[in-house]
């Protein structure tokens, strides 16, 4: 089996979410071969030099739980998302993941699939593609990075009260991945099946390009009591609930 998941959004304010995720990391995933986590597992990344802040236990534990997984055998493939696209070598050493391109094509023996966080798809949404151009470029990261921490961290809070301020003020179909983005991803891949997440709009979507039909999957965000993982089984695509255990 292979396991595709996003949009966890982990923090220390939601213990229901952590619970759900270090739960199915000591169970169901043990019975993938690999699991690909497509972006925003954490709801802000502000550099891995989190996981030696004393404050914040949370890196840490998931590095650790991570790491348990794929020392017992199952291969970890993380993709940036756009609340942790500073997670660094330092994370995928520790958690003995390998952080992935966006987007990546994975081949399987009788499968394609071209596998995104989502949030390039977003083009309608040219405010946050401008933000988004800006904090992916190398020489903007290092002047980042090289702040203190804490005042990292701040930034990183102050910039998701505005990222909640602005989405009010943007139309829902603004805030979803383009028609002519998907069409583009999907022709430059032919015929691979899209696998996205980001937009929380969890569905099977059928796309017809240069007549051909054409699968794109949204994965689900998690919530305190419900994550969803999406598996392949070597013949089809099925959605897995996961429920918090009494
Ligand atoms: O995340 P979500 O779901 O709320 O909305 C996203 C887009 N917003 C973002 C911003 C993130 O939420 C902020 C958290 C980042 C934490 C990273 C950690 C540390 C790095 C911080 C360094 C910058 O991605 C939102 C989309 C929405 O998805 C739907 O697709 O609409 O886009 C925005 O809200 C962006 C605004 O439209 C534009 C913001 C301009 C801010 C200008 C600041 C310039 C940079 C200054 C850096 C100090
Ligand atoms: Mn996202």
Known sequence: MIHFLSDLHLSPDTQGISRLFLDYLAGEARTATHIFILGDLFEAWPGDDTLDDPEDALGRVVVDELRALADAGTKIA??????????????????????????YLLVLPNARFVLSHGDMLCTDDAEYQAFRQQVRMPVWQQGFLSKPLAERKAIAAALRQQSED??????????????????????????????????????????????TCVERWVLADWHENHGEYLAWDGAQLTRHALRPTA
């Open 78 to 103: 993380v993709q940036h998302g756009n609340r942790d696209f500073l997670l660094g070598s330092g994370f995928a050493e520790r958690a003995g993941a390998v952080l992935l391109s966006d987007p």
């Open 166 to 211: 602005s989405k009010r003020a943007k139309s829902m179909q603004a805030m979803d991945a383009s028609p002519a983005a998907i069409e583009d991803l999907l022709r430059q891949h032919g015929g691979a099946t899209l696998i996205h997440g980001h937009t929380h709009r969890p569905d099977r979507h059928e796309h017809r390009v240069d007549d």
